[in-house]
């Protein structure tokens, strides 16, 4: 079993910036590639971005690449998104998850996360 849980949401306005955690327990951490995903109301959840069990690797969504950065802390079991210069389309539920993969597509008997809100307002 995977514990995942968020952290770092909250309300910035546009242009701003957040950082979100996402905290492992149960697995070796270091052998997974972790992702993030996100959902907003009345959409499907989206991949945001992924990187790999070692750190070298990610990937983003077009949407994000240039203003999100994606890290991990294998020491600490955990991921972070730097999001910088956040637009109003951002705001979404954004989920960790794991074992997760760099192309974005999801493993059905990966673990997820409660979520972390994100609101960016204009």
């Known amino acids: 079993q995977v514990q995942l849980v968020e952290s770092g949401g909250g309300l910035v306005q546009a242009g701003g910036s957040l950082r979100l955690s996402c905290a492992a327990s149960g697995r070796t951490f270091s052998d997974y590639t972790m992702g993030w995903f996100r959902q907003a109301p009345g959409k499907e959840r989206e991949f945001v971005a992924a990187i790999s069990s070692s750190g070298g690797r990610t990937n983003y969504v077009s949407s994000v690449k240039g203003r999100f950065t994606i890290s991990r802390d294998n020491a600490k079991s955990t991921i972070y998104l730097q999001m910088n210069t956040l637009k109003p389309e951002d705001t979404a539920v954004y989920y960790c998850?794991?074992?997760?993969?760099?192309?974005?597509?999801?493993?059905?008997?990966?673990?997820w996360g409660q979520g972390t809100q994100v609101t960016v307002s204009a």
């Open positions: 998850n794991g074992p997760s993969s760099l192309n974005g597509r999801i493993y059905a008997d990966s673990y």
